[in-house]
T-cell receptor, first 113, second 111 residues
Framework: GEDVEQSLFLSVREGDSSVINCTYTDSSSTYLYWYKQEPGAGLQLLTYIFSNMDMKQDQRLTVLLNKKDKHLSLRIADTQTGDSAIYFCAETPRGGGADGLTFGKGTHLIIQP | KAGVTQTPRYLIKTRGQQVTLSCSPISGHRSVSWYQQTPGQGLQFLFEYFSETQRNKGNFPGRFSGRQFSNSRSEMNVSTLELGDSALYLC??????????FGPGTRLTVL
């Protein structure tokens, strides 16, 4: 079945770049997403990438997609304390949003001063 | 545009009771999905509605049900609550594409 894997924790120093990695299994996924969740809050859509793209950049965020290895990454440049949150990778299984997104367990991003 | 709103934000119920949660999607969005988030299982898909029709359902027991109204607002109901139903319930709306926008969630505690 479909599965999305992420590391549970990532610790970086303020000002450095953070790279959060994700692997997925459904090769038919049309979109792959990154969501951010702060304590006590819902999920904030950060960015997404269409499966026929290799890279997408949006201000401090860069998404890289390697379809061959089914690997997705999110790079946050100049990491700030406000970036401290849980980051979820998600895919649309079988190419349809009606089937629901499949999420990873989330990566806790910890910022060291 | 206002975002997805969910009410109530917090609920405390006891085992055996039932609960109804409400979600108002972003204006113009016709698709509403529901997810359950727990520390152990993470985020799991419950069901999705589009134009008042349930299009898909996740792997949850029949105690979990939902509906969507003609104005796209949606409710989900959980009957005969169990301790394990304690979770954050998230609603997401979509304009019909795959991209989903989430509300703040309803935190349900079952005692």
């Amino acid at each position: 079945g479909e599965d999305v894997e992420q590391s549970l924790f990532l610790s970086v120093r303020e000002g450095d770049s953070s790279v959060i990695n994700c692997t997925y299994t459904d090769s038919s996924s049309t979109y792959l997403y990154w969501y951010k969740q702060e304590p006590g809050a819902g999920l904030q859509l950060l960015t997404y990438i269409f499966s026929n793209m290799d890279m997408k950049q949006d201000q401090r965020l860069t998404v890289l997609l390697n379809k061959k290895d089914k690997h997705l990454s999110l790079r946050i440049a100049d990491t700030q304390t406000g970036d401290s949150a849980i980051y979820f990778c998600a895919e649309t299984p079988r190419g349809g949003g009606a089937d629901g997104l499949t999420f990873g367990k989330g990566t806790h991003l910890i910022i060291q001063p | 545009k206002a975002g997805v709103t969910q009410t109530p934000r917090y609920l405390i119920k006891t085992r055996g009771q039932q609960v109804t949660l409400s979600c108002s999607p972003i204006s113009g969005h016709r698709s509403v999905s529901w997810y359950q988030q727990t520390p152990g299982q993470g985020l799991q898909f419950l069901f999705e509605y589009f134009s008042e029709t349930q299009r898909n359902k996740g792997n949850f027991p029949g105690r979990f049900s939902g509906r969507q109204f003609s104005n796209s607002r949606s409710e989900m109901n959980v009957s005969t609550l169990e301790l394990g139903d304690s979770a954050l319930y998230l609603c997401a709306s979509s304009p019909g594409t795959d991209t989903q926008y989430f509300g703040p969630g309803t935190r349900l505690t079952v005692l």
